[in-house]
């Protein structure tokens, strides 16, 4: 009879197989075959079917097939921060952080859905194993949405900056643009992460326990999350490593259940990080053994875990520490979203089974990653109008240790472009015949040494010798520095000094670099420092040698490209800061505390390098007015600010109109001031342009301690209208009543 069932099993999944969808109703008379059922009932009649065993298998990442079913192997763990990655070529943008910096979301939807586009183009494509194997799959780990609270943290390229609004309608746009907008199926599903309270050391987080206030919590560390659920509808949440108050935050049922299901609306499947429930035994040491753990995890919400520490479950339910219930929920769960992925339906059916292979890698799509690029780079310092470069320069010194890496590209969680143009080969393009570029290093890598395959680094004293003899024979000296994602990421193994496990102990540049640009600046010649890396850097020092300072982050495949085009004029850079840049690592609070005192533009209070949402432009604006509909609101109305901002200049420009609310009393808990809208607009030279904003009264809330809920207090509020956190230009207050 085995033999039998098992024979029929092949012989049904074989068309499977070759097309990468299931057969339909009619041909297999299952109920939850039939597309025309409703969802819940087709999902039941297939969870009813399965065994015990393959139910519990089902909870794992890599998810085995069930033949007699012609259910497929499938495999939860795919990536997309900013591109498919780990999966081969694809087009890829730059990294989550510089998305940030574009104040975009649009263009950031846009980005997203191309990137869908391309996973559905790979798990379709004749011959793929169509979500077997891990990271082909249309079930992504993406977007990181954590609050970078510290600069210091490797990983805080992978987010969208320091501040809870940007990051919420940045990070609704992408699961909007990757999720799709078809009311039956979804294009791929998303998953926001690191739920919750997450952002280093990256040397401990398998047994750190973040500590913060209620008020932190609720009005830093959750907003973005929240927006993700409730506006988003975000399909799949992750649970971070950490434990957050003593309570592992994958088997936290305050996180987990009372908040994000009860309080949010969650309908979707929450998973684990990879290893996060071996975690509890064996870093957190807070369960004697893996079946324990697993029954944490279970109860307290967690429905797939990344890894296989659900295989535990079998004896838990022998033991009576889970019941068929328990088990039913989070298995329910998971088929919804493969339903709606349209994996058991006919092709036909599934709008996004349409798309061909050739979609993925396409010149439109590299034309986007181009433009995300552009819009990312933000110029932090012009002086003299070093920048652009002059139209009668004969020649260029490029030098710097990334100017032809790729990896400065690509940050990390990425996939592998097909042509990347490298900072150098950008400015070599636009350069042309008539610009002689000379290239010279300059100074190792400070990962030089460990470089995977390189050859013996060159001295420095030579490499010194050659970038200045390059930089005086040219013109103009543009210095490619900063740091890579070789030595900030996650659980990096790094050892060299100013990084620590992928973190970085201070924010100097490294000393090379710093001494090497000195002597640049020492020839006479104008130096334009280009930056690359993921975060802040304390460039006070170097910034004032230099004429002209781009931050480039890690700006994707077409960065090389996106850089020389704002190098040279061709785009107007309007990139906004999404983070701090600090004066010295010396300003910041210890890197584990976890509250949010001195941290962030909210709460600190001295001076800064460069303030949140700072950037400049080849163009000058003035902000002429800022009306509102009205001078009274309550807690449930919108307010509307008109802003009037005319471009002042001979050229072209975009400025990003930023609306903050100022807290009312310095000397509290409030934050300084928070952000509570914004607009990236064009205005064409010498007109002027009146954009209306929508600000929520409720962006005026704040936790409250005492009551345990948010609320909006009454009185006057000062709504900030300026081109920055520290640039404000126009004031309006209101008054918010019962």
């Not at 194997?133 to 970078?148: A, K, M």
């Not at 490593?241 to 499947?269: H, T």
């Not at 079998?314 to 520490?321: I, L, M, P, S, T």
């Not at 400015?427 to 000379?438: E, K, S, W």
């Amino acid at each position: 009879m085995k033999v039998v069932s098992f024979l029929q099993g092949i012989l049904f999944l074989a068309p499977t197989l070759l097309t990468g969808f299931p057969l339909s109703a009619q041909d297999h008379g299952f109920p939850f075959r039939d597309p025309s059922l409703p969802l819940d009932q087709r999902v039941d009649d297939l969870v009813g079917r399965l065994t015990l065993e393959e139910k519990i298998f089902q909870m794992q990442n890599a998810s085995p097939a069930i033949p007699r079913l012609g259910i497929p192997a499938y495999n939860w763990w795919s990536e997309c921060l900013h591109g498919v990655g780990r999966n081969g070529i694809a087009t890829v943008f730059p990294q989550a952080i510089g998305m940030a910096a574009t104040w975009n979301p649009d263009l950031i939807r846009q980005e997203a859905s191309v990137i869908a586009t391309e996973a559905r183009a790979k798990y379709q494509a004749p011959g793929d194993t169509a979500g077997h194997r891990v990271y082909q799959g249309l079930t992504f780990y993406s977007p990181n949405i954590n609050i970078f609270r510290d600069p210091r943290w490797g990983r805080g390229q992978e987010t969208y900056g320091e501040d809870p609004f940007l990051t919420g309608r940045i990070g609704v746009a992408f699961v909007q643009g990757l999720q799709g907008n078809d009311p039956k199926y979804l294009k791929v599903v998303a998953t926001a992460k690191h739920y919750a309270v997450h952002s280093g050391p990256e040397s401990s987080r398998h047994s750190f326990d973040a500590w913060c206030s209620n008020r932190d919590l609720f009005d830093t560390y959750l907003p973005a999350f929240e927006a993700l659920v409730r506006e988003g509808k975000v399909v799949s949440v992750m649970g971070a490593y950490n434990l957050y108050r003593g309570i592992p935050c994958c088997a936290n049922s305050y996180l987990l259940e009372e908040i994000l299901r009860k309080r949010w609306g969650f309908k979707g499947y929450v998973t684990t990080d990879c290893g996060a429930l071996w975690d509890i035994w064996h870093g957190h040491k807070l369960q004697p053994d893996g079946i324990r753990s697993a029954v944490l995890g279970l109860k307290a919400g967690s429905d797939l875990v990344c890894g296989n520490d659900y295989d535990y479950l079998a004896d838990a339910c022998k033991a009576g520490f889970v019941s068929k219930g328990d088990i039913d929920r989070s298995v329910t769960r998971l088929f919804e979203a493969r339903f709606r992925l349209g994996m058991f339906d006919p092709p036909g059916l599934v709008p996004w089974a349409g798309i061909p292979p050739d979609s993925n890698n396409t010149a439109a799509n590299r034309r986007l990653a181009l433009q995300v690029a552009r819009e990312s780079m933000v110029l932090l310092k012009n002086d003299g109008h070093a920048l652009p470069l002059s139209q009668n320069l004969t020649s260029i010194a490029v030098v710097g240790p990334y100017a032809d890496m790729v990896s400065v590209l690509l940050g990390n969680y990425n996939g592998d472009p097909e042509n990347p143009v490298t900072l150098l080969q950008g400015i070599r393009n636009r350069a042309g015949t008539q610009v002689q570029v000379r290239f010279a290093p300059g100074v190792q890598a400070p990962e030089a040494s460990f470089l995977e395959g390189s050859r013996r680094p060159q001295g420095n004293a030579k490499l010194r010798k050659e970038a200045l003899e390059a930089a005086r024979q040219s013109d103009v000296i543009i210095f490619t520095g900063g740091i890579s994602p070789l030595l900030e990421g996650e659980e990096l193994q790094v050892k060299i000094p100013g990084f620590s496990g992928g973190d970085r102990t201070t924010l100097d540049l490294p000393t090379e670099q710093s001494k090497l640009l000195a002597s640049l600046a020492a020839t006479g010649k104008p130096v334009i420092l280009v930056l690359t890396n993921g975060s802040a850097l304390s460039i006070g020092k170097e910034a004032k040698d230099c004429a002209a300072v781009v931050k480039a982050w890690y700006p994707g495949e077409e960065g090389g490209n996106a850089l020389a085009d704002i190098l040279f004029g061709d785009v107007n850079p309007a990139g906004r800061l999404p983070v701090t840049f600090y004066r010295s690592v010396l300003d910041l609070p210890p890197f584990e505390s976890y509250s949010m005192q001195g941290r962030t533009y909210r709460y600190f209070h001295g001076e800064v390098l460069y303030p949140f949402g700072y950037g400049l432009s080849y163009s000058s604006f003035e902000y002429e007015k800022a009306e509102t509909d009205r001078d009274r609101y309550s807690a449930g109305d919108t307010i509307r600010v008109s802003v009037t901002v005319k471009n002042v200049s001979n050229r072209d420009g975009e400025e990003v109109i930023q609306v903050y609310v100022k807290g009312e009393n310095a000397d509290s808990l409030e934050p300084v001031r928070t952000l509570a809208g914004f607009s990236r607009i064009a205005v064409a030279a010498g007109r002027d342009r009146t954009v209306t904003l929508a600000i929520p009264v409720q962006a005026f809330r704040l936790y409250n301690q005492e009551w345990g809920e948010y609320r909006v207090e009454p009185g006057d509020r000062t709504l900030e209208i300026g081109s920055s956190s520290a640039d404000i230009r126009l004031r309006r207050i209101i008054s918010v009543h019962r």
